[in-house]
């Protein structure tokens, strides 16, 4: 496929710390008190030795508590206390939110489908789309179609052209809890005209639920055996087009922890990982172990099993100690006097997704994207919980 209409992507870059910024688009008005009635009003799951929390904005889950070593329930994501602060909250981190239409970066907000060019919102430094736009999944307010104790479907219609994508395309996610402590998401979509999909959910993990005064995830351990390759971008964190064999620092296929090759080789100014893990054995629609994590302090241990082809490590590297912690994710007298917050590199994200920027790289390797009209888009990803004893 040929490259690039347009400017040429190291001019976009050049003018990035100076005019661009200034005259990046700049995001609506979310106004936060007028959403929808029950947006934010918290529904519960339970099942086996887990539950979890959603909110309809962003189809997003804002607690997930699972037995640490001692069988002591800890609340292993970040979130907010007050459900209003998924819209509110300044630098809206896409906490525990569902991500689409099209997950991570899209080079300079342009792509293609059947020759036709599409234009999406420069969300991210007036340089590329980040995670759909400035008003993606993760501030859709879904609508619940079906519940139980265990789980819950949110559906939503997206219309032709939202932020830009084309045609008319019908969401659902369904989150469920099983009894063998397995969060599960099931994904899907139809659409009326050819598009791109690319799902993914933002939870961020910290398997000490930030505590024990140990407010990073530079502990937790990581292993992914068929993670030999991985998505290289530049400094915006755009793929520079090929997928290559990880470089040591990302090497996880065999057990490492974070903090062991964090400083060394990362691209993410804000410091730290923030890389797309590339499976070896991945094939279309075929689910299997991927990446696990645990907690050396807590013995949490997460097992992800997947249809995608890769992960999204990102490890706060934005969390700068500015927003507050939830409760249940403060010690013992922290929090009431302002000294509970989420620290740099204070959680993990395994973002299960299709790649990154997959619709401007058709060939090398990078999985389809498309979508043809009247076909489905699915995707199954889950998260199961489980100590490992030190
Ligand atoms: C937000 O919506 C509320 C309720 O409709 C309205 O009273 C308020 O003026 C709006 N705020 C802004 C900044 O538009
Ligand atoms: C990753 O590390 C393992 C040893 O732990 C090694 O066998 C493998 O070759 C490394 N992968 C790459 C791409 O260097
Ligand atoms: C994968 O599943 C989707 C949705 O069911 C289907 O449309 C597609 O044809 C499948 N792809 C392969 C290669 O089996």
Redesign the pocket.
Same mark, same amino acid.
């Given at each position: 496929m040929k490259r690039k209409i347009g400017i040429p992507l190291v001019v976009i870059l050049g003018a990035l710390t100076r005019e661009s910024i200034a005259s990046a688009p700049s995001p609506p $008005?979310y106004?936060?008190? $007028?959403q929808p009635e029950g947006s934010f009003d918290p529904i519960l799951l339970q099942n086996g030795d887990i539950s979890a929390q959603f909110i309809r904005y962003g189809a997003t889950i804002t607690h997930l508590l699972a037995p640490d070593q001692s069988g002591t329930p800890r609340d292993v994501i970040l979130g907010f206390d007050y459900g209003m602060d998924y819209c509110a909250e300044s630098t809206h981190p896409f906490f525990g939110a569902t991500i689409g239409r099209v997950a991570n970066r899209i080079e300079a907000g342009t792509f293609s489908v059947n020759g036709e060019n599409y234009n999406t919102p420069l969300n991210e430094n007036g340089c590329d789309t980040l995670h759909g736009g400035f008003v993606g999944a993760d501030r859709w307010v879904w609508d619940v179609s079906e519940s139980s104790d265990s789980s819950v479907t949110f559906t939503h219609t997206s219309p032709d052209l939202d932020q830009g994508f084309p045609g008319t395309v019908k969401f659902s996610v369904t989150h469920m809890l099983s009894s063998d402590n397995t969060w599960s998401i099931d994904y899907s979509a139809t659409t009326d005209m050819d598009t791109i999909i690319s799902m993914t959910n933002h939870a961020y993990f910290n398997l000490n639920a930030n505590m024990n005064g140990e407010g990073t995830v530079l502990d937790h351990v990581i292993n992914a055996p068929n993670a030999g390759k991985y998505i290289p971008v530049d400094e915006y964190l755009i793929p520079t087009g090929t997928i290559d064999p990880v470089p040591d620092y990302l090497n996880f296929t065999s057990p490492k922890a974070l903090s062991v090759d964090i400083d060394s080789g990362t691209v993410d100014a804000s410091g730290g990982y923030d890389n797309a893990l590339f499976f070896t054995d991945y094939a279309p629609n075929v689910s299997r172990k991927v990446i696990s994590m645990h907690s050396p302090i807590t013995g949490i241990a997460v097992l992800v099993t997947s249809d995608q082809a890769s992960v999204q490590l990102y490890t706060g590297n934005n969390l700068d100690s500015t927003i507050p912690r939830k409760k249940s994710q403060c010690d013992e007298g922290e929090g009431e006097g302002g000294e509970c917050f989420y620290e740099w590199r204070g959680a993990a994200t395994l973002e299960m997704q299709a790649g990154v920027d997959n619709a401007n790289h058709r060939d090398g390797g990078f999985p389809s994207i498309d979508v043809k009209a009247g076909s489905q888009y699915k995707q199954r990803s889950e998260y199961k919980f489980g100590v490992v004893y030190s």
């Open positions: $008005d106004n936060c008190t $007028d």
